[in-house]
């Protein structure tokens, strides 16, 4: 009893400390609400104003001449990059997994497995580099003009293709750093499921491939969805890579899969030093309401994979097995 009231204080630390930041960001970025309002999240207006002009005041708040702030791109581009890395990176972690943990023998799969774990350790500005010097380059001679090509049938996909840099750039990049932690993550899950089920599905005549399908991987499902949630997690925050491969585009959403993009993470790196020269702090305080709105928006895709996991029966079923 005495070791249960030691660990739960150390416990609540990780879910008191998301509550603080939120907070925090909630507190000083309050004034930045009361002026915004919801056309903070429904247009796209962001302008610093006149940095030489004479603060104003306007619905209570002092600001520069002609500011508005307005973050429907940032949204767009923030959704959009996440879902297309995670579509992409969901099979491919999965498949990396399975080919690990059953596809080759154990002494070479502590290798393999050790260069995965690896790539996840690389950090992100040496992926946005590599995305600029390789990636882009490829995509924009190559893959690009060919899915305008033969992809134009689908309307996102048609159109002009642009530079290279957009929001399919910042998908595949993002995609590449997330795949290392869902295929670690799974192939650790895969591996350590009890023998007897394997034995079982293969002694009833099960192939190898029907085994791991049927039996093996749904025995994983919980640790699928967790996995997808840490992806999911770090694409919607990654700051540098999306940086360097998005396009930086403001107050304009995408018209094609090509477009350049700018994510909520990268803009408040990307726009810092310029909102700290507002002498009012309208600009500061906004980007704070902008990392509230990615804190809520992570908050509210966690919530979304927890009632994924009810409403499909695992959690009443106490866990294990397709519901």
Same mark, same amino acid.
């Given at each position: ?73 940032? &949204? !767009?581009?923030?959704?959009?990059? $996440?879902?297309?890395?995670? *579509?992409?990176?969901? /099979?491919? @972690?999965?498949?990396? +997994? ?39 380059p490829l995509l924009n ?26 929001l399919l750039t910042s ?6 750093? &997330? !795949?290392?932690?869902?295929?670690? $993550?799974?192939?650790?899950? *895969?591996?350590?499921? /009890?023998? @007897?089920?394997?034995? +079982? ?123």
């Amino acid at each position: 009893m005495s070791f249960k009231r030691l660990i739960a204080p150390i416990a609540s630390l990780v879910g008191g400390a998301l509550l603080v930041i939120i907070a925090f960001l909630g507190i000083y970025a309050w004034p930045a609400v009361k002026f915004n309002g919801l056309g903070f999240v429904t247009k796209d207006n962001w302008n610093l104003g006149s940095l030489y002009g004479n603060p104003i005041m306007r619905h209570g708040q002092l600001i520069l001449p002609g500011a508005a702030y307005g973050i429907l791109f940032l &949204i !767009v581009g923030t959704l959009l990059s $996440t879902l297309i890395a995670v *579509l992409l990176a969901v /099979p491919l @972690g999965v498949g990396s +997994a399975i080919f690990l943990a059953d596809g080759v023998p154990p002494a070479l799969r502590t290798w393999l497995s050790f260069f995965v774990e690896m790539l996840a350790a690389v950090p992100s500005v040496v992926f946005g580099l590599w995305g600029y010097a390789a990636v882009i380059p490829l995509l924009n001679h190559t893959m690009f003009p060919w899915m305008a090509k033969h992809l134009a049938f689908i309307p996102f996909f048609a159109g002009a293709t642009g530079s290279g840099y957009g929001l399919l750039t910042s998908g595949f990049v993002l995609t590449l750093m &997330i !795949v290392p932690l869902i295929t670690a $993550t799974m192939r650790d899950a *895969l591996v350590n499921q /009890p023998r @007897g089920l394997r034995e +079982a599905a293969l002694a009833l005549g099960a192939t190898r491939f029907e085994t791991m399908w049927s039996v093996i991987l749904p025995s994983t499902r919980r640790v699928l969805i967790a996995s997808g949630i840490l992806a999911t997690g770090r694409a919607l925050g990654e700051t540098m890579a999306v940086l360097m491969v998005g396009g930086g585009a403001l107050n304009y959403l995408p018209q094609n899969i090509y477009a350049p993009i700018t994510t909520m993470a990268a803009f408040i790196v990307s726009q810092l030093d310029s909102a700290m020269e507002d002498p009012t702090g309208m600009a500061v305080r906004s980007l704070a309401e902008v990392a509230l709105v990615l804190c809520v928006i992570s908050v509210i895709v966690n919530g979304a994979a927890r009632l994924l996991l009810y409403f499909s029966g695992y959690e009443r079923m106490g866990g294990g097995g397709w519901a």
